[in-house]
């Protein structure tokens, strides 16, 4: 008996681009091929919905970042340790929330982030599509 895998089999799945999607997902760097996927018009409709996900969660951590770090370096001292430390949870937020859209991918689950994925369906798709 001898196992084929053919590529009209919908179970089959590309290695690589189950490869290229967990790329997509890493924190900070994950942002500049998932870019380079969606400005070149490649990949699967999956890989670029992560990519517009990726995207979306690393610029609003960029954002949330940004803002946090001035209004820390612009006030008093408990303000601003109140605020690198709210700065210090958004990072790390942000890195769990990458790692867990992993757990999900691997486990072949939904990759709907309440909130996020709206806003990578709808702003970032038609400014970056």
Known sequence: MSLTISMNDPFYEKPLQRLQEY???????GVLPALWT????????E??????LSITLALGWLLAY???????SQTSEIFRFRLLFLN?????GYFLTCL?????????Q????S??????EGIVRKTLS
Not at 23 to 29: E, K, N, T
Not at 38 to 45: F, I, M, S, W, Y
Not at 66 to 72: C, E
């Open 100 to 108: 867990a859209i992993m757990i999900r991918l691997f486990r072949r």
């Open 66 to 72: 940004a803002l946090l770090s001035f209004g820390g």
């Open 110 to 113: 939904s990759l709907r982030v």
């Open 47 to 52: 890989q670029r919905k992560i990519c517009r």
């Open 23 to 29: 790329i997509y997902l890493i924190p900070i760097f």
């Open 88 to 92: 210090s949870l958004v990072g790390s």
């Open 38 to 45: 969606l400005k070149r018009d490649r990949g699967t409709p």
């Open 115 to 120: 909130g996020a994925s709206q806003i990578a």
